[in-house]
């Protein structure tokens, strides 16, 4: 580390400014690369460098400062970061990592390497496109989900039973016109979406905070809800889901923080839904309901300090506040006694965009309906706001 | 609030830090008066006005551009403060309860009006200097402690047991050329020593923090235990406690987080040492062993927002981590495990100086020993680290 102790955070949205937080609480100088001052990260981090991800000279004069970068978004362009860092600066996790999992179809092929169960699949390599989405949609009786191999979030990129081949038709093409591969899934039939976030440590340890319950609403997560085996999730998939994160990270080298998207499917087994080589939305609950954060505990597995406690409240949530529509910001939520708000500070609400979170605890699951409506209640009176000052 | 939501924060060290941080989360925007860049809430609240908190001039520039003003220090010039403000920024709490509680006597006067116990006093407001302490020395049977009535902090402007008369007259001589007044405490034999935090808001709602025993290291508190009464004090004293901060919160209007620290005598009993119109160095355990922090409870105070819990883990500590002689900050404490770190990012570390502190949580008591050992050799390694880069 030099002096300073600068560390560079590949991003300036959400994740960035917590992961800031938690760095300049352990005495390291975040930069954080972001668009505009007034991105989420910027406006606690001063010092940071304004321009694209996508751009040399930008990035240069970022690995300039920072002899060591993290990561909030794995969609970035290794090959450009490489060339930009020159070897001055390092990457954790290594470039070799979010290359490889940027791509969903890579994720299949170390899954099925590691004989870690998840959705049979299909790529689409030949050339009539037509003709392959009837044949998987054939192949899984219609219960069928397409999905780009890159850039999807939040619901982008994935098409679940399209009403009509024609849908599924155009939605692959998008894809392919920007050179990114699409594959086909059978839709799993599950019981609930479960998530695992750990962190793996340079030094080799790692540790796991307990499996949650995410629901999602128009394919965004909306309410994380734990600990898991609590809330009748079998205590057998807590360790089952805490092997496959360590076989994972040992396989790959995934360094800092990560998250496994898991089916409970109905049969009681984990399905992995996809991964995540970063901090992650279903994680946001270790802020306050946890004793070590999942931001902390990147930065503790990144500098090979001693990883610290993901032990948890007994009964906790996480709500997701989603723009409701298009406005400006300044209706911001009034928290209740039972949740913290977590606000990013954007400059703009928009229809689906993630604005900040709740977090909530109680002393035990029976408490747990009460702190949902609480939560429920915090976000309505805000959406409310948001839509009258439009 | 205006539409920017821009709240002030009177000062740039330590406290003004861990607000800003607050704030930031509750979706407001920080704005703190800091001599530099370099100030540790600077640091992370980008906008800063600079300059000194003398100056009329330099304040103006500030209340132009916060409605709202908090304290860090209740060391301030209340009437400078009140002529710039000229009637365009609101403070929390009002003007006249820092302007009582910023000097000891009007603190041992209020105390003496609600008849809560702390120790019998005398002030100097005679002519003949020696004469008085050599009065007051025989009627305190030299069990005595000689006090600045303002400026007061860390050990500074106390003086206890003096060796000589000589000693004295020197300690109060200096007071006194700064128009400071001088008084003589009875000294209070303890038992230990106890702190309160609790946060009051404008709507009047009242909460309070497990009591705390504190330990000190040459005037400096050292070391922060809790829950007192899991620790051998009575469950008497934490209701005796609350009653006292809810009477004096009411009585001057003190709004938003603020301490008293107490001796519990020999005999059981609670008196008042000191109280701190602020967010309390006692209170720093908040930040990860409560529900939520005095910082958020401060915000939550001012805003008239439901205050949240100040529910704790069933044993915590906090550990100040003091500077054990003049240095470069480049050593920074590696957190062991059950360590969190809240670094404060100071340039120079100097002898005597709060550089930063560790937070610890425990599932019982028994425990508590084991977590004071890590924190002590993390603070350990830490002293031995700015020593050898001195």
């Known amino acids: 580390m030099n002096p300073k102790r600068a560390v560079g955070i590949l991003g300036g949205g959400q994740l960035a400014r917590m992961l800031s937080e938690a760095a300049a609480r352990l005495g390291l100088r975040p930069v954080v690369l972001a668009e505009s001052a007034s991105d989420p990260a910027a406006q606690i981090a001063p010092g940071a460098v304004f321009g694209k991800l996508t751009e040399e000279t930008v990035l240069r004069r970022f690995f300039s400062q920072v002899p060591l970068v993290v990561f909030e978004n794995e ?146 997560c909306k309410l994380v809800t734990g ?63 946890a004793v070590t954060s999942q931001f902390e505990n990147h930065w503790r597995a990144v500098l090979g300090l001693p990883l610290g406690s993901t032990r948890t409240a007994p009964a906790f949530a996480m709500l997701n506040l989603i723009g409701p529509g298009d406005g400006n910001a300044d209706a911001v939520p009034q928290p209740s006694a039972r949740t913290s708000l977590h606000w990013y500070g954007k400059e703009e609400v928009r229809s689906g965009r993630k604005m900040g979170h709740l977090n909530g605890q109680v002393k035990n699951t029976t408490e747990l309906p009460g702190l949902l409506d609480e939560m429920k209640s915090v976000d309505r009176r805000w959406m409310d706001e948001v839509l009258k000052a439009k």
């Not at 040992?250 to 360094?255: C, G, M, Y």
């Not at 923080?257 to 898991?262: D, G, L, Q, R």
Request: hydrophobic share 40%; charged share 25%.
């Open 75 to 220: 969609f970035v362009n290794t090959e450009l970061l490489r060339l930009a860092a020159d070897g001055k600066s390092g990457f954790i996790p290594g470039l070799d990592a979010i290359a490889v999992l940027q791509d969903k179809l890579n994720q299949k092929r170390i899954l099925d390497e590691l004989m870690i169960r998840s959705a049979e699949y299909e790529e689409f390599s030949g050339e009539d496109l037509k003709k392959w989405v009837s044949q998987v949609s054939e192949k899984f009786s219609n219960q069928v989900v397409f999905k780009w191999a890159r850039f999807g979030y939040d619901g982008k990129g994935t098409l679940v039973s399209p009403s009509s081949p024609a849908e599924a038709i155009r939605f692959c093409e998008k894809a392919l016109e920007k050179n990114v591969r699409v594959f086909a899934e059978r839709k799993i039939r599950f019981r609930r979406e479960l998530s695992l976030v750990s962190s793996y440590s340079t030094t080799g340890e790692l540790a796991s905070y307990p499996l949650v319950i995410s629901q999602a609403q128009t394919g965004i």
């Open 227 to 289: 600990p898991a085996i609590e809330l009748g999730v079998s205590a057998k998939l807590q360790s089952k889901a805490e092997a496959h994160a360590s076989r994972l990270a040992r396989h790959i080298s995934l360094h800092g923080s990560f998250a496994i998207e898991f089916f409970e499917t109905e049969e009681g087994v984990l399905s992995v839904n996809e991964l995540a080589p970063r901090v992650h939305n279903t994680g946001h609950f270790s802020l306050d309901c």
